[in-house]
């Protein structure tokens, strides 16, 4: 090993060169450059905690399909996770996913008369819903009415 061509080498670690026929600055061809990173590592993350994989397909419409709803939960994801920033509020996303899984919501009847019961908002979802501007409905509420 070439000791001095190592050390020569070493000046150019972390320094990457991207190279564009766009029309673009240097600056925002290395902005839009991390944003596609973050579009992959979101992508990824998005697959995994969403459980989307492995998922074996057998017709071209199917691969299609599949890369539409995950692109779509991708889009989703990316919106929500701004709309928080934008709020001040910043969720893990797998705690959002647990405590949207806990909100339930359930109809009983008895005697003619039906109401609707839902689980408390508990974690993130509270905080979450604000920072969308979603208001949720009562706990308990008449089914008639709704």
């Not at 991207?18 to 290395?30: D, F, K, S, Y």
């Not at 017709?59 to 399909?65: E, F, L, M, P, T």
């Not at 995950?70 to 928080?84: G, H, N, T």
């Not at 910043?90 to 009847?109: F, I, K, N, S, Y």
Request: proline letters at 5%; a positive charge.
């Amino acid at each position: 090993i070439d000791v001095g061509k190592l050390a020569e080498e070493a000046r150019y670690d972390g320094i990457f060169v991207l190279r564009t026929n766009a029309r673009v600055t240097p600056l925002q061809a290395m902005l839009r450059y991390r944003e596609l990173l973050a579009v992959e590592t979101l992508f990824r993350k998005t697959k995994g905690v969403l459980r989307t994989r492995p998922i074996y397909h057998s017709s071209d419409a199917a691969i299609r399909g599949h890369v539409f709803c995950s692109f779509l939960a991708l889009v989703l994801q990316k919106e929500l996770y701004e709309r928080c920033k934008a709020a001040g509020f910043t969720p893990e996303w797998g705690d959002v996913l647990r405590d949207l899984d806990r909100l339930q919501e359930v109809l009983l009847a008895k005697d003619g008369q039906q109401i609707r019961l839902r689980t408390p908002a508990t974690g993130a979802v509270g905080p979450l819903f604000k920072a969308v501007g979603i208001a949720l409905p009562p706990n308990i509420r008449d089914a008639a009415a709704s």
